[in-house]
């Protein structure tokens, strides 16, 4: 079955520097997730789409924007890096949004220097 | 208060014996879900089991059943016949259905299981 596919797998930038996660959600969700996974720590929610408007924002630093394309594709975009950003930053989706289980990709490891 | 708690940083078990991993929530919302997944030392978070809050029957999937404990607020997962495959961290999560919450998941700091042969 098809998964949910995050690009790059592997990132390293210098500080200040920018960076922009993709997202391919599962083919048939509409509902896109963004979490952040600091080192040890467990995965915190940053942001979600659905049908391409923002549905749920969480703790996503005002350096970071992110949206949902006309494809359900997703893209987080990350300005101004900082050391404390290097994490593993999943997407999920689901179908409909709505009481339905969120599907993870395999993240993309962001290591910033 | 937190949300999820597992109060269990880390587990051994004996391979092929059956081991369960302890979660309680928190919430005053009537509907919400609870989940379970596991993460490999690769990185990637899999799903395992979910369990409706009206659900009047424990989750099954497998080796992995949920002990849903309405009352007291648990979602313990049980692993069945452990294989060493099933070393990971294992991480309960709640989505809480209330439009207020959202459809974010809260995770809790997970558990860590060593299968040992």
């Not at chain 2, 937190?2 to 014996?17: A, L, R, Y």
């Not at chain 2, 005053?28 to 029957?57: A, C, H």
Request: proline share 5%; aromatic share 12%; glycine share 8%.
């Amino acid at each position: 079955a098809a998964g949910v596919i995050q690009s790059p797998r592997h990132l390293i930038k210098e500080k200040r520097e920018t960076a922009t996660l993709k997202c391919y959600p599962i083919p048939r969700h509409d509902t896109v997730y963004w979490y952040q996974q600091g080192p040890g720590q467990d995965p915190q929610f940053l942001i979600s789409f659905y049908e391409k408007m923002q549905s749920d924002k969480g703790s996503i630093p005002d350096r970071f924007s992110a949206q949902q394309f006309s494809d359900y594709h997703s893209e987080l975009n990350m300005s101004s890096l900082e050391l404390g950003d290097s994490a593993l930053y999943f997407c999920a989706s689901s179908r409909d949004g709505l009481q339905e289980t969120q599907y993870f990709g395999p993240g993309t490891r962001l290591l910033v220097l | 208060a937190q949300k999820i708690t597992q109060t269990q940083p880390g587990m051994f078990v004996q391979e092929k014996e059956a081991v369960t991993l302890d979660c309680t929530y928190d919430t005053s919302d009537p509907s919400y879900g609870l989940f379970w997944y596991k993460q490999p030392s690769s990185g990637e978070m899999i799903f395992l089991i979910y369990q409706g809050s009206y659900d009047q029957q424990n989750a099954t999937e497998g080796r992995y059943s949920l002990n849903f404990q309405k009352a007291r607020k648990s979602a313990n997962l049980v692993i069945s016949a452990s294989q060493l495959g099933d070393s990971a961290m294992y991480f309960c999560a709640m989505r809480e259905d209330s439009p207020e919450y959202g459809n974010k998941l809260v995770f809790g700091a997970g558990t860590i299981l060593r299968v040992k042969s």
